[in-house]
């Protein structure tokens, strides 16, 4: 993790300005942060010390069941908050934030300004809002795991996980977060090689068709009713 400083750190605040999420001067607050792939940026069981709203990039939300499994529960997209549940609750159980590629997010340490951010009205309705949108959100995944086709899940999957054309992720998380047989996945995959959609090499997958992939995926976008819950305050 790397913190921003100095023209840096006022370049990207001025280029992601969000002073008009709040009603209190923000900015002096704020810490730009950067993580590498596959960086976690909140490690599970530990509470953080910061709400964070990523920039660039993008970010998964993990969690270990009991039995020791780990499953993907979501994606963090740009301009979307994470750690939120963090800030509005003292007793949290948190879950683990990775990041899905070189991603920029500013943090808010809760030791600077959680007292005003839990008094801002304009700053909580806006959180109301993204709230409820997120949890919309993943309602509708659930509802498109019986409602769509394996084919179109999977493209909207590889388009939101792949970096620079690579797609790497394990195909038993994949399993796990489509709610689909492991055959079933390998069916597919096999499909989108011969399709020439994707080529493998090893255990990662290069797309070589994004435009395909982006058709199919549009369906579950316009299912969902925007086509993403990343803007909510925008």
């Given at each position: 993790?790397?913190?921003?400083?100095?023209?840096?750190?006022?370049?990207?605040?001025?280029?992601?300005?969000?002073?008009?999420?709040?009603?209190?001067?923000?900015?002096?607050?704020?810490?730009?942060?950067e993580?590498?792939?596959?960086?976690?940026?909140?490690?599970?069981?530990?509470?953080?010390?910061?709400?964070?709203?990523?920039?660039?990039?993008?970010?998964?939300?993990?969690?270990?069941?009991?039995?020791?499994?780990?499953?993907l529960?979501?994606?963090?997209?740009?301009?979307?908050?994470?750690?939120?549940?963090?800030?509005?609750?003292?007793?949290?159980?948190?879950?683990?934030?990775?990041?899905?590629?070189?991603?920029?997010?500013?943090?808010?340490?809760f030791?600077?300004?959680?007292?005003?951010?839990?008094?801002?009205?304009?700053?909580?309705?806006?959180?109301?809002?993204?709230?409820?949108?997120?949890?919309?959100?993943?309602?509708?995944?659930?509802?498109?795991?019986?409602?769509?086709?394996?084919?179109?899940?999977?493209?909207?999957?590889?388009?939101?996980?792949?970096?620079?054309?690579?797609?790497?992720?394990?195909?038993?998380?994949?399993?796990?977060f489509?709610?689909?047989?492991?055959?079933?996945?390998?069916?597919?995959?096999?499909?989108?090689?011969?399709?020439g959609?994707?080529?493998?090499?090893?255990?990662?997958?290069?797309?070589?068709?994004?435009?395909?992939?982006?058709?199919?995926?549009?369906?579950?976008?316009?299912?969902?009713?925007t086509?993403?819950?990343?803007?909510?305050?925008?």
């Amino acid at each position: 993790m790397r913190i921003y400083q100095n023209k840096n750190r006022e370049r990207l605040l001025e280029e992601h300005s969000i002073d008009h999420l709040f009603s209190f001067p923000i900015k002096g607050f704020i810490e730009v942060r950067e993580y590498d792939r596959d960086e976690w940026i909140i490690q599970e069981n530990m509470r953080p010390d910061c709400l964070f709203y990523l920039i660039e990039g993008k970010a998964k939300i993990y969690l270990t069941h009991q039995n020791g499994k780990v499953s993907l529960l979501h994606f963090i997209n740009e301009n979307e908050f994470f750690g939120e549940m963090e800030l509005l609750n003292e007793v949290y159980y948190t879950k683990g934030v990775q990041s899905a590629g070189k991603t920029i997010c500013f943090a808010f340490p809760f030791h600077k300004c959680r007292a005003q951010l839990l008094e801002d009205t304009t700053f909580l309705r806006g959180l109301s809002l993204f709230l409820s949108q997120k949890s919309s959100s993943m309602s509708a995944k659930y509802s498109q795991s019986l409602a769509f086709p394996l084919e179109n899940r999977l493209a909207d999957f590889i388009l939101q996980t792949e970096h620079n054309g690579i797609y790497k992720e394990k195909h038993v998380t994949v399993c796990d977060f489509l709610g689909v047989s492991y055959r079933h996945l390998l069916h597919v995959f096999a499909q989108f090689i011969e399709k020439g959609y994707l080529q493998k090499e090893g255990t990662r997958y290069r797309i070589l068709q994004s435009q395909p992939l982006e058709e199919l995926a549009k369906v579950l976008k316009w299912d969902a009713g925007t086509g993403s819950s990343s803007q909510p305050f925008l």
